[in-house]
């Protein structure tokens, strides 16, 4: 993995890319936004709902399936039957009044060569919202969410099959930038170039890159 010290040229590694695949949530924005606090009390109450528990129940089960199942969607639909629909209009329902804009995220999306794409493990529509409150709307190509892979989720093989064979992109010719290290695996085994976007890197075979600075690496690439 490379930790894309300043003196590393990373432009040649990507020339090949003419597609760009960004995850949503603490990658288009920063973890200190937040926003997975909200979602996660939602999640809680939901699953306090629709199962019958009490809240540490409904805490330890939101986390369990998360692990267990890459969302806790995921296992809520396998092991209890929940409808998708309603469970992800509900815990996306959250603030994002204090979200900022990134000029320069903006620039360096926007000056990447090629088809751009957000593929999300939430709903599109929450991910539009994002979008717009970070002044990225108008520089994507496609917004996927959890419900154009049939709710399936990342870090599912399947999930990205679907999601990237609706989009028609190439990995071979492609790059995926994702917070959840996780869900790099499958993207690095059908050969797309991936970029683990966290504050510290976490060394695995699956990552060819790390940065804390989402907006700054990509003006490297150009």
């Not at 606090?37 to 805490?59: H, K, P, S």
């Not at 998360?66 to 992800?88: C, I, K, Q, S």
């Not at 794409?117 to 990225?136: D, F, H, K, Q, S």
């Not at 892979?149 to 010719?173: C, H, M, S, T, W």
């Amino acid at each position: 993995m490379t930790n894309a010290p300043l003196s590393i040229d990373l432009a040649p590694r990507f020339s090949h890319v003419t597609t760009w695949v960004f995850d949503l949530d603490n990658t288009l924005y920063p973890p200190s936004a937040r926003l997975f606090d909200q979602i996660e009390v939602r999640m809680t109450a939901y699953v306090m709902n629709a199962l019958g528990v009490d809240r540490a129940e409904a805490d330890r089960l939101r986390s369990l399936y998360w692990r267990e199942h890459g969302t806790t969607l995921a296992g809520l639909m396998r092991l209890h039957g929940v409808d998708p629909g309603p469970y992800l209009t509900e815990v996306h329902e959250i603030d994002m009044s204090h979200l900022e804009r990134d000029d320069r995220l903006a620039a360096g999306i926007r000056a990447l060569p090629g088809r751009k794409i957000v593929y999300t493990n939430g709903c599109a529509p929450y991910a539009e919202r994002v979008i717009a409150a970070r002044g990225l709307d108008g520089l994507f190509d496609a917004v996927y969410g959890v419900e154009h892979a049939n709710f399936q989720p990342k870090p599912d093989r399947e999930a990205f099959d679907i999601v990237f064979g609706l989009d028609g992109l190439d990995p071979a010719r492609a790059a995926m930038f994702e917070d959840d290290i996780r869900n790099l695996a499958a993207p690095h085994e059908m050969g797309l170039r991936t970029v683990h976007v966290a504050e510290a890197p976490s060394p695995a075979p699956h990552v060819h890159h790390h940065t804390d600075d989402l907006g700054g690496f990509l003006t490297r690439l150009i």
